[in-house]
């Protein structure tokens, strides 16, 4: 009538079910008429069947529920998911399999803040014969074009983050081998910014104000541009330096400045 079914859940039932093979619900169909069966017409049968026994067929069964395997390979691929899935056995062995998950699915989120906090940034240049503008710390090789600085974070802003943004701008200002005169933030992967976000942004834009430098966003999406303009910062950075792509933000840069920067491609 309410559109649903009554169920139970077992922890040892699924252990040895999973180590038979089992792959769908059929599952408990098949096992509650054995077990009407049973008690129908054999209900002596298991009457002297020790508890070590049934234990004994649990233990070996949730055997096979641990991949060893897979936990090896964790530690050596990537060791933050490794203590992920060893809290998660912690806690189904230690507390109970509901609390178990509970712990995961808390220690899951956790590691998403953790990754979201500090993400990942990265200066910008451009590698000829290769398309595209590419991380400078990984491509050595990169040219940069003097005077401006193309900063990429791959993180929607938020509060958690932001002052981090902040730091690490500032940081790749500082460490710039020029007078910095522009600064394009890559702004694809920026896919939100919150209001503390956006104060950080003010300080931002000050600070880069105070220093006679451009702020430019490129590539920035309609939903944070969207925000920025709620926040009252749309009219702060000016139309004329929200750009399509990369290439017509840089392109707008060589022209304003009048830099001698020719791209390899224009060569």
């Not at 619900?25 to 049973?38: E, K, R």
């Not at 998911?81 to 189904?92: D, H, T």
């Not at 290769?130 to 991380?135: F, L, N």
């Not at 200002?173 to 600064?183: E, G, L």
Request: hydrophobic fraction near 50%; charge should be negative; aromatic fraction near 10%.
């Amino acid at each position: 009538f309410v559109r649903g079914f009554p169920m139970s859940a077992s922890s040892s039932r699924t252990s040895v079910a999973d180590s038979m093979g089992t792959k769908s619900q059929l599952t408990g169909v098949v096992g509650a008429v054995g077990i009407v069966l049973l008690v129908v017409f054999a209900n002596d049968l298991l009457a002297n069947l020790p508890s070590a026994t049934l234990a004994a067929i649990v233990i070996t069964a949730s055997f096979a529920l641990f991949d060893i395997d897979e936990m090896v390979w964790l530690w050596r691929v990537r060791r933050s998911e490794f203590i992920l899935s060893l809290g998660a056995l912690l806690g189904v062995t230690l507390v109970g399999v509901l609390e178990g998950i509970v712990i995961a699915i808390v220690l899951s989120l956790m590691n998403f803040v953790r990754r979201a906090w500090r993400p990942y940034d990265a200066t910008l240049g451009r590698i000829e014969g290769v398309k595209g503008y590419h991380d400078v710390d990984r491509h050595p090789e990169a040219e940069r074009i003097p005077g401006l600085i193309v900063f990429r974070f791959d993180s929607p802003l938020f509060f958690a983050n932001s002052e981090h943004f902040q730091r690490r701008l500032a940081r790749a200002i500082r460490k710039a081998p020029w007078s910095v005169r522009w600064v394009i933030i890559a702004a694809e992967p920026i896919t939100d910014i919150d209001t503390t976000a956006a104060e950080t942004l003010i300080e931002v834009f000050d600070e880069l104000d105070s220093r006679g430098i451009r702020l430019a966003f490129a590539e920035l999406k309609g939903q944070p541009k969207d925000r920025l303009a709620t926040y009252g910062l749309y009219d702060r950075v000016g139309d004329e330096l929200f750009f399509p792509t990369l290439g017509t933000a840089i392109d707008a840069y060589v022209e304003d400045t009048g830099s001698d920067w020719v791209d390899w491609s224009d060569r």
